[in-house]
């Protein structure tokens, strides 16, 4: 079936240093790829979203290229800051009115 | 412009009790989704509703888990008897029809004891 998944339930750092985050998906549709980023006590938003092959997307210093030839969807930041540490979903959208697909999400702690 | 407002923030509730959570999606948006959130499972799709229709729901919660769309700017979870396990985050989320942005609400923190 659809899925979608995160390989790292944890990642700290320092800040300063780069990230990134693993996403990959499966599915026979055509896929929308999103990430959100989830601050404590917070509702999640939206960062990030694609569904063009081959094609950088970037928000607030925040990257990821969708790649449809190895099904991913990697985020990436070049220089973590401390406000940057929250929990970020990989989510899917396939069509014919199905809900989005979530990964199990991602705890990034920056550091000092 | 207001955002999903969810009510209550919090609520304990002791095994077996029968809660109700309440959902305000976004003026205007037609597709609403709840979810239930916990650290080992993520984010879990309880019911996607689409003007009000029951479009999509979690098959592994249909027994004690329902939710009604009351009308377009109101839905309801009614959790029934509840459980300890039942313990996590519940998340109410809308959309425009078929949007690409989700936008969610703060949740309900649930605790069953």
């Known amino acids: 079936g659809d899925s979608v998944t995160q390989t790292e339930g944890l990642v700290t750092l320092t800040k300063g240093l780069p990230v990134m985050l693993n996403c990959t998906y499966q599915t026979t549709y055509s896929p929308f790829l999103f990430w959100y980023v989830q601050h404590l006590n917070e509702a999640p938003k939206l960062l990030l979203k694609?569904?063009?092959?081959?094609k950088r997307t970037e928000h607030q210093g925040f990257y990821a290229t969708l790649h449809k030839s190895s099904s991913s969807f990697h985020l990436q930041k070049s220089s973590v800051q401390l406000s940057d540490s929250a929990l970020y979903f990989c989510a899917l959208s396939i069509q014919g009115g199905r809900a989005l697909i979530f990964g199990t999400g991602t705890t990034v702690s920056v550091s000092p | 412009d207001a955002g999903v407002t969810q009510t209550p923030r919090h609520e304990v509730a002791e095994k077996g009790q029968t809660i109700i959570l309440k959902c305000e999606p976004v003026?205007?948006?037609?597709?609403l989704f709840w979810y239930r959130q916990t650290k080992i499972q993520g984010l879990e799709l309880l019911s996607y509703f689409r003007s009000k229709s029951l479009m999509e729901d979690g098959g592994a919660f249909k027994d004690r888990f329902k939710a009604e769309m009351l009308n377009s700017s109101f839905s309801t979870l009614k959790i029934q008897p509840t459980e300890p396990k039942d313990s996590a985050v519940y998340l109410c989320?809308?959309?425009?029809?078929?949007?690409?942005?989700?936008?969610f609400g703060k949740g309900t923190r649930l605790t069953v004891v």
């Open positions: 003026s205007g948006h037609n597709d």
């Open positions: 989320a809308s959309s425009h029809r078929g949007g690409t942005e989700v936008f």
């Open positions: 694609s569904s063009t092959d081959n």
